[in-house]
């Protein structure tokens, strides 16, 4: 994602926000699922920003159940 350096706010200043002008920045994850039975599994994704400008980016971490309905 790329600013268009076309506002005023940012997120240095009290009014600004992680929804501010001129916040950019580039992220990558994964996600791996694993099937325990044949229609029953769990999953787990990751993900990063790998550069980021007027943001602050943690990574994030999550994961879940799932039941195939096909």
Do not use: C, H, W
């Amino acid at each position: 994602m790329q600013s268009l350096q076309n506002g005023s706010k940012s997120a240095q200043n009290s009014q600004g926000s992680i929804f501010a002008n001129n916040v950019e920045y580039t992220s990558v994850g994964g996600e791996i699922a694993y099937y325990i039975t044949k229609k029953l599994g769990i999953s787990l994704s990751y993900a990063s920003a790998i550069s980021d400008r007027i943001i602050y980016a943690s990574p994030s971490l999550s994961g879940g159940i799932f039941i195939d309905i096909k």
